[in-house]
């Protein structure tokens, strides 16, 4: 078998790619990973700031509208919100809903008795949050759960009436 000087480079800078290629797969194999369940979920720095907000009572046609901040507070977030004039404090957490599935913001809290919200964290077509929540009695022994639905401020001020 005969080479030529062409078909001898050739071939060499084939072994040499292959070479490259092994090497590159090598020390990636190496190089720890990221994203994996130790980061935190980025839903605990996209969902804070100012909100209005709709909502229905669990088992009631009866509907609501009002005002709320999310804010940081710790390994926790602060959801403040006014609704007719009534203000309220909840503190909850991000959490994988059930394993394998989304992550969701999830409150608890007692008025006489326990009460659970937890939200689906979205997005609007701006890419701000919008959160949509069911809520009421823990243990959900409602027919109907109540229902909220957050929209971002920050991207509007609202029409003052």
Partial sequence: MNFDSASLARSRATVRQWRHAAL?????????VYGGESEEPYQWSFVPGRYQLIGRHPDSTQTYTGTARIDRVGAQLRLSRDIGGKRSRLFGVIRRADPGEAYVLAFKWNERRPQEMVCLVGSDLDNYPRLTCHWGLAGNPHRQPGMEAYFAQEPWDPVRP
């Fill in 24 to 32: 590159a797969l090598l020390i990636t194999s190496f190089t720890p």
